[in-house]
T-cell receptor
Framework: SQQGEEDPQALSIQEGENATMNCSYKTSINNLQWYRQNSGRGLVHLILIRSNEREKHSGRLRVTLDTSKKSSSLLITASRAADTASYFCATASGSRLTFGEGTQLTVNP | DVKVTQSSRYLVKRTGEKVFLECVQDMDHENMFWYRQDPGLGLRLIYFSYDVKMKEKGDIPEGYSVSREKKERFSLILESASTNQTSMYLC????????????FGPGTRLTVT
């Protein structure tokens, strides 16, 4: 199975609400990253959190990492219609990244 | 601005054809990657390269080969295309270590008929 598994698979919210996505993984990691993919396009890197960090912020994004539970969460505050996309977590271990299957976020105007 | 480009956005090929997908990055990155993305399966690594003329197999290399003759260019080759290779193909590059931030191209949607 995938190293990183996102939850939920799909999320639909209203503009202005917060969106929270979770990622669980199985093995030890060097870092964990979140990416966004707009429909039919390539992935765009959002944020990287190292294994010795617990929380990181970037604009409206907040990422937490709990290595004891092998889980991470991505919070998008004050969501906008333009945030509609698929969001992937990627775990870094060894010499590569392993991507989860993604969470499809829909923000309704 | 960082840029990864792929030779085609959409490609239609026949079964048995030899297919070349090309990727070019302008960031002088050491590492380059080819993934395929399928519904329900996420992104799966086909091959990656950490230097010119160097390559390593990913999770699903069967039916594919790669070439990296210049640092900026990484090609994916389907020796004899089959219908089960119909997919979205994504190229990426990264600086220094392969597990750092990756920059992706726009993707090539390949259909094999």
């Amino acid at each position: 199975s995938q190293q990183g598994e996102e939850d939920p698979q799909a999320l639909s919210i209203q503009e202005g609400e917060n969106a929270t996505m979770n990622c669980s993984y199985k093995t030890s990691i060097n870092n964990l990253q979140w990416y966004r993919q707009n429909s039919g396009r390539g992935l765009v890197h959002l944020i990287l959190i190292r294994s010795n960090e617990r929380e990181k912020h970037s604009g409206r994004l907040r990422v937490t990492l709990d290595t004891s539970k092998k889980s991470s969460s991505l919070l998008i505050t004050a969501s906008r219609a333009a945030d509609t996309a698929s969001y992937f977590c990627a775990t870094a271990s060894g010499s590569r990244l392993t991507f989860g299957e993604g969470t499809q976020l829909t923000v309704n105007p | 601005d960082v840029k990864v480009t792929q030779s085609s956005r959409y490609l239609v090929k026949r079964t048995g054809e030899k297919v070349f997908l090309e990727c070019v990055q302008d960031m002088d990155h050491e590492n380059m990657f080819w993934y395929r993305q399928d519904p329900g399966l996420g992104l799966r690594l086909i091959y990656f390269s950490y230097d010119v003329k160097m390559k390593e197999k990913g999770d699903i290399p069967e039916g594919y080969s790669v070439s990296r003759e210049k640092k900026e260019r990484f090609s994916l080759i389907l020796e004899s295309a089959s219908t089960n290779q119909t997919s979205m193909y994504l190229c990426a590059s990264s600086y220094l270590q392969a597990y750092y931030e990756q920059y992706f191209g726009p993707g090539t949607r390949l259909t094999v008929t």
